[in-house]
């Protein structure tokens, strides 16, 4: 049963992935994009629990609790694709790749389970790589920023989650958390947005991308990500992740060539924070047996 799940988390990395490419290849911009994917997340989340008789009833303040929540996740969403368009996807991805620093700082906060030492070095190297970025990639800058400020707000949610999940099923958690993100990232489209409450039309293409975005990246995994709680830690979910950053680079270089080429100190930077990354679950396993 662990392998098997092992395996179904690496695939919800893999999907996650995606997501930067297909947020680059929607042509509109990052708040009318979350919208969409919100909506028609929605959509697609509700009429498969309808016809899987999933339960939709629950208190009001657990569904308040959960939407407040949900308001965190449109705010991860709105940020990550915002850096992806002012910079690229390389960038946010570097910057997105400190999800772990601020997990482990969170998880002892919101789960009350001990700090460990190790935290704080790891962060010391994370630091050194970050500025290592910040040095070569000046006119990145922003777009870095974005990434980093993505990674606290994903953080926080997936710690959250993991609270959630031992009270409630993952669809309902996932249903109201997409309420709670949709109600934000339209107050927020009406009074924020230049352009006000405009929703922009979709070409083909957008609508083929925007469907794979939320039905397979954001309904399947999203889903699966709270559901696996149940059998790993959030920290241990939160570790594998870091697995998407690389993904995610290497994807768009793949795809968009010379717009995803940076600097070779952009890659010094990104090696070190990789590589703190990648060596942080043994030391964390080593000293405090945490799976």
């Not at 996650?16 to 680059?24: E, F």
């Not at 070095?121 to 006119?139: D, M």
């Not at 309904?219 to 709680?229: D, G, H, K, P, R």
Request: with cysteine; charged share 10%.
């Amino acid at each position: 049963m662990q392998a098997k799940k092992l395996l179904q988390l690496h695939i919800i990395v893999l999907l996650w992935g995606l997501t930067p490419i297909l947020g680059k290849l929607i042509s509109f911009g990052a708040l009318d994009l979350v919208w969409y994917r919100l909506v028609i997340s929605l959509l697609g989340l509700g009429v498969f629990m309808y016809f899987k008789k999933q339960n939709f009833t629950l208190g009001i303040r657990p569904i308040i609790h959960i939407a407040l929540i949900g308001v965190v996740v449109g705010m991860h969403w709105y940020l990550f694709y915002h850096a992806i368009k002012i910079s690229n996807v390389s960038v946010t991805m570097a910057g997105f790749s400190t999800i772990t620093l601020f997990a482990s700082i969170f998880q002892p906060l919101l789960l009350k389970k001990k700090f460990f030492w190790g935290d704080f070095i790891y962060g010391l190297f994370l630091v050194v790589g970050l500025g290592v970025i910040f040095k070569f990639e000046t006119n990145h800058l922003l777009g870095l920023v974005y990434g980093i400020l993505a990674a606290i707000t994903a953080a926080f949610f997936g710690i959250y989650n993991g609270k959630f999940i031992k009270d409630y099923g993952a669809y309902k958690i996932t249903f109201y958390e997409f309420i709670g993100a949709l109600i934000f990232i339209s107050i927020y489209k009406l009074f924020f947005d230049d352009a006000g409450f405009v929703i922009p039309s979709v070409g083909f293409s957008d609508a083929f991308y925007l469907l794979m975005l939320s039905l397979v990246c954001t309904v399947v995994a999203f889903t699966w990500s709270i559901n696996i709680l149940k059998y790993f830690s959030p920290l241990t979910v939160i570790i594998t992740n870091n697995l998407e950053p690389v993904y995610g680079i290497l994807f768009s270089i793949l795809l968009f060539g010379n717009d995803e080429y940076m600097s070779f100190g952009f890659y010094v930077g990104a090696v070190i924070i990789l590589l703190s990354v990648f060596t942080y679950p043994f030391i964390k396993q080593k000293f405090t047996h945490e799976t």
